[in-house]
């Protein structure tokens, strides 16, 4: 995850966006409960910006279901394996 973070951090200082890997983690936990309170709206905010229509509504919901799954998959990974 530390690597993930750091090349994360790489791609954003290339767009002349400075963040820190724990921001970019504060970051993506706030996105991802905007996500879980909203998930339509979050993830057509989300696709907006990859279609050249960005009020087009095609797989939105498949996208915003797909997202909260990789979320829970992704949480309970790292609960599993957390030392106690």
């Excluded at 724990?22 to 706030?30: G, I, P, R, T």
């Excluded at 907006?48 to 909260?68: G, I, W």
Aim: glycine share 4%; aromatic share 10%; charged share 25%.
């Amino acid at each position: 995850m530390g690597a993930f973070g750091d090349l994360l951090v790489s791609k954003l200082g290339a767009r002349e966006l400075q963040m820190t890997r724990d921001q970019l983690a504060e970051y993506a936990m706030n996105d991802v409960e905007a996500m879980l309170a909203e998930p339509f709206p979050s993830a057509q905010r989300w696709l907006a910006e990859f279609r050249d229509d960005p009020k087009d509504n095609y797989m939105v919901a498949l996208f915003a279901d797909h997202c909260m799954c990789l979320f829970q998959a992704y949480k309970h990974a790292i609960e599993d394996t957390r030392p106690n």
